[in-house]
Structure formats: C-alpha cells, structure tokens
C-alpha cells in the first residue's frame, strides 16, 4: 500500500487531530471493497474521502480521482468498513484480580487505562466501541477528552454503571444498586443526562419485574439502548418480555442449551416486526471457547501491543496476575461449559436474533490490541457463520443496533470515513484481520502499510 504524496504532519497532533488533516482529500484506490452492505464485493475499488466523509465509490475505470487528492494504493487488500468491538471494557485491560484492580487503579483509569484501551482498539482496526460498565464520572471524563481530539478513539457509545438489584461494597463505583421504579427513572435519568447512550443491565432476574420494567421503559423514553445479561433463562425470558435491544453472552452454566420457552420467547419477538422487531445478540464466545488453548500455549500474551500506553508497574502487575492461566478461578469452569457452546450459537441463530461481534474484552487476559479478530476468527472457523456475516456483525448490523447506520457500518457515499484494509483474502482467511494494514477513522490515516503513525497519538501513546 503506497502513498503517491506524502502527508504533512503538524506538531500539533501531538494534542490531538488538526483540521488540515482532518480535512484532508483522499483515495483509497485498487483494492477489492467489502463494503458492509449486501452488495457484492467491488474489485479495483476506488473511494473518495473529503473533510472526513465518503464522498464517492466506484471502481479504477469508472471513477476518476480528482485533481488534489492524495492517492492511497490498496492494491492487493481487502478493503473495509472499520470494526466494531460491541462489548469493552475500557477501564479493565486483563488483570485477573477484579478487587485488586479497582481499589489500586480506580485513580488512573481516566489518565492511563482507558486512553490506552482506546488507543490499541483504533490500532487493531476497531473504529467504534460499545464501552459497558465503568464509573460514570471516569466515563464523562474520557468522553469529553475524546470530543476534544486529545485522545484518538474509536466512535465511543458508552454505558456508565452497571444497573442491577445488588452490589458488593468494592464494585460501588461501577454498579448501582437499583430498588425502586422512582430509583430505576432517577439513575436512569442520570446517565442520559451524562450523556450515556446504553444502559446495562446484569441479574436484571433479581429485580422485581416492576423495576426491571421501569429501567427499560425510561431508557427507551430517553432514546437510549438497553444491553442485558443473558447468563440466565430468566434474565432473558424477562428482557425479551419488557424489550431489552441486545443481550450479552451465552451463559455461565453448563447446561446444554437454552430452555424452549426461552427459544421460543425469541422467536415470538423477533417475528413481530421488520427493523423494529429485531433482537440483537453479543455472544462473546471466543475467550470460553479457547480458554483450553490459552492455558496450554499463551504466547499471545507476550506481544507488547497491549502494553501500548501502560506504565511499567502497571505491566509488571498484569504480567503477574495471569502467570497461570490455568489457576483462575475465573476460568475453572470454562472447560465444562465449551461443549455446550456450538450448540447455543446453533440454537439463538434459529431463533432470528442478529449476532454482533463483542469480546468483553478487558476482562482476564484478553487485551484490547488482539480480541476482536479473535471472536470472528472463531464464528468462522467453528461456529459456522461464513465470513460474509461475520464481517457485517461487526460492522453493518452495529451501526443499526445503535440507530447510526445513517453514519457508520458500510464504505458507502455519506457515510463517515472510518475505513480499514488488510493485505490479502480476508473472505477466504478471516483471521488476517490480526494484522490490519491500515486505519482510517474519520478520514485520518493513523495506520498505513502496518506502521502507526506515532505523531498522531499523545507521547504517552506512542511506542517508539
């Protein structure tokens, strides 16, 4: 991938994003584009950026590329809509011990951890991000640094606190304890006027329904989305009932399926309507389903990606608490629960549900710089999904979860230019995506041929 100009850097961006970059003209020219839409691919693409949008797209021969356009070669790449990591957790960056971790690094989430969970998700190709469940004065805190250009991002749509009926002393911070429907409009009312664009739910089954009920239909009052647990039969016979929008993971059990009056709860649900009928689905599945080879081979956890914006002691603890994969008590029952996995995925895509790619990364050993691929890389080459799907549940269906489709999830005209491109065959071997080539999120390249531009981050982002 070569650039026939080069592109000027200001100092400048060393605080964030100038508008003389930002509004740079841009091809993106000879690579084929998987556009995100149901379209067939377009080989010899050519895509025109202006002032950070789509602006045109066609192919070498039928679309021209204006005079004053820096020309970006993708010849040889599969072009994309960038990534969307669907369930983060941006204050978490896979330390194994949760109360160790929230009592000695709650005073550097928002100058430290989150930055650089932010900053190695954009690298890894991700251009949007569903962050749910961190303290929402740290939330606040970092979405406004993000608007400000001090941070390069992915599209950020955040949470704030979990919502649930009970909490332990330690975790206060980031889950609240909800008992009433005056308290459920109170708290909700609270994160949207924080502005927080989802609520998460967890153990919404122990919750009166009256509650649960109540946090859903504020939410929605407010136009945001409601995320739940789906650990539980009941937590999901209760959120398809009162109108939950996406339900997160496949439970922690053992159990060999889903009860079939779940399933059928679902299938109700997603037969009553077209757009506004559907239920969306984060089954997070990647992590359980190689925990196994984790424990026999984790090398992966030596590539210093994800050391990317941590200090040293900050590394040498994470480094510490995952020395043993094995011991976790995290993870003890992981290894029983895989073999109902297949089976689950199996049985939620009959039901209608649309899957969305999402990690829960952070949480014990899984690093925002290597996880997303990995989950897709997974739904391909044992969950069955073709890559075609996989690709637009990580990219396409995202955007309308969120209601942002009109802005985000396909390379198409009027869209905002967050574009990623990977060297080969990604429909043939998905997992090339461990490797993105290039970045762009609102018409800035901070990725090219592999090597991150450094001057577009903060010094303390940067890996010289």
Known sequence: MKTITKLFVSSALALGVSQAVYAESIALVGGRLIDGT???????????IKDGVIEKVGSVGTLEVPNGY???STEGHDVLPGLWENHAHIQLTGHADYPHWQAEYADRFVDEVMPAALVQLLLSGVTSVRDLGAPLDDTVKIKE???AGEIPSPNLYTSGPFL????????SHYRWPIKTPAQAIEKVNQLADAGMEIVKLIDQDDMPR???ETIVQQAHKRGMKVVAHAHKPDEIRLGVEVGVDNFE??????????PDDVLNALKERTATGIFDGLVFWTPTVEGLYNYETTVQNHEHFDNSCWHRGLKEDTIADIKQSIEKPGHLSYSQLVPLRKPTLKNKIAQLKETGVVMLVGTDVGIPMKFHCQTTWREMATW????DFSPMETIRAATYWPAVMMGVQDQYGSVTPGKVADIIAVNGDVLKYINLLQDVDFVMRKGVVYKQDGQVNEELLPESLRME
Do not use: C, F, K, N
């Open 38 to 48: 149901a379209e067939q691919p377009i080989a010899d693409s050519v895509i025109l």
């Open 70 to 72: 820096r020309v970006i």
């Open 145 to 147: 640094a993000v608007a």
């Open 164 to 171: 649930q009926w009970e909490t332990d002393e330690w975790q």
């Open 210 to 212: 009256e509650v649960m």
């Open 249 to 258: 993971h496949t439970g922690l059990t053992t159990a060999p399926g889903y």
């Open 380 to 383: 391909v080459y044992e969950m």
